[in-house]
């Protein structure tokens, strides 16, 4: 049988939420996933969703991390500048309601360019924490919005958010490439080139452009599209880090994706590794263990 | 009292239509402007569509141009390889119906990278031909698909197509900047900022986030984020020239727009040459007289 839980750690973000029922030495005992994210729930139907969770796993403490804590959220816990450590996380959460604590996202607030994350962070100083990842690293978060976030000694020090996986979906979806980029996505030849002309364009919003012109005069299967655009699309952002050479770089929480990066990492002279999951609910307990 | 039409002019886009009723000494002697797009009309409806405008203008030739020559259009006029002439596209036009020619488009098919036109190219050469353009010279030509154009001795021999516009329309209408960028896009501070940010950045799909961020960070404006937006992609789309510096850039058919350019065009150190509208009904005109 199932230990007791101590906590419910909810990763709560805009279009999905996954919740843990923990116990204290950071096992999970039950979850839940479904798509009740901040975009599907009103600000004042958020006690009901922590009701519904408590039945669910038992009336203990609720952690939740990511956009939860947004201004599209329940209630907006103010970001952390950087550098950010899961002890300065764990300092600033947001109580919501009794015995509910938000999590802070981090900021880079006053530095060349103004960037933000949340939910990102807990899962990257929880890859540390639990040993999956060192305590200076470089990682790459692959997704709706890539991060690539640095660490130093267990701390968030910069980072930069790239809307690869946004324009991948806006362009499969609208506008002039929509019905083109249908076919599937992975490895392979067509991913290889398009990677490889993303690397070299320097010009994004002219290289996608290409995908149409390719298609019209027959240099490009309309089978192979997607998976070219993809390809465009990651080796134009991993060609903005001129610093892989040589360098680990530990790709996280991207799913299939994380694959793709992989071999774009790869292509420039980084080694790729892959943090097995579990980072967030470790992260979530290091912060737990810290507030208990 | 107008002249007399000796033939009917149509500029036909993908969601607009222009349609001009022309002396033979290139008079513009009655125009029509509407949205009947080939978007908007079904391949058997043109020959109605075409007698509307005989109704309408008399019963003369018609000359188009534009995407009703497209796979998505009437019938498709092949594309002419660069380098293309006015005389080249004279004698590849497609008789669609009796007394009714497509005219073709313009294509890089065989180089290093594929990229298409239709439309554009007899509006330069229409500027050339009418002399407000020199024969060779480098153009821009804004809008959803910028179009980057040289021509060498009156011949088309390269161009490149950028989606700056395109990915504005996406970023406002969809994704998370939506709702961010619903307010003016003009020359002023927030242009600028955005222009310098975008020639600087290197990586559009990061620097765009940055309005987001700036915004969470109360380092922009809301009222200026659609005009940095819009800053930022119009900075990346002239920094992938590097070829502007002590040179005209001679500015075609982008309405307010070419003004924007216009900026960005002096920033990269280029001279921004406004071409005076009419250069489409210059360009068929030369056309139907080659042809006539």
Not at 85 to 113: K, N, Y
Not at 244 to 272: F, K, N, W
């Amino acid at each position: 049988m199932a230990g007791r839980a101590a906590y419910i750690a909810v990763d709560w973000g805009t279009t999905n939420r996954r919740a843990y029922a923990v116990a204290s030495d950071g096992t999970v005992v039950d979850t839940l996933t479904d798509g009740r994210g901040v975009l599907s729930i009103a600000r004042d139907a958020y006690p009901a969703e922590i009701s519904a969770l408590r039945t669910r796993f038992g009336a203990e403490p609720v952690i939740a991390v990511g956009m939860v804590g947004s201004s599209r959220g329940w209630c907006e816990a103010p970001y952390v500048d950087a550098p950010a450590t899961l002890e300065r996380l764990a300092g600033s959460c947001r109580e919501a309601a009794p015995d509910v604590r938000i999590v802070p996202g981090v900021a880079l607030r006053d530095g060349r360019r103004p960037d933000v994350m949340r939910g990102e962070e807990i899962q990257i100083l929880g890859a540390i924490h639990a040993g999956t990842a060192p305590a200076t690293a470089l990682f790459c978060q692959p997704g709706t919005h890539n991060k690539w976030v640095e660490t130093v000694d267990g701390a968030i020090t910069t980072f930069t958010t790239v809307m690869t996986g946004e324009f991948f979906s806006l362009l499969r979806t609208h506008g002039i490439l929509a019905g083109m980029l249908d076919g599937p996505v992975s490895d392979g030849a067509a991913f290889r080139r398009g990677l490889r002309r993303g690397i070299a364009s320097g010009n994004l919003a002219a290289t996608l452009f290409e995908v149409r012109a390719g298609l019209l005069l027959d240099r490009l299967e309309p089978a192979a599209a997607a998976a070219y655009a993809s390809g465009v699309l990651i080796g134009a952002d991993v060609a903005t880090r001129d610093d892989l050479g040589g360098r680990p770089v530990h790709l996280l929480g991207g799913g299939a994706l994380s694959a793709l990066y992989a071999v774009a990492v790869t292509e420039m002279g980084g080694t790729p590794v892959i943090v097995p999951d579990g980072a967030t609910t470790a992260g979530i307990h290091a912060l737990w263990s810290l507030n208990a």
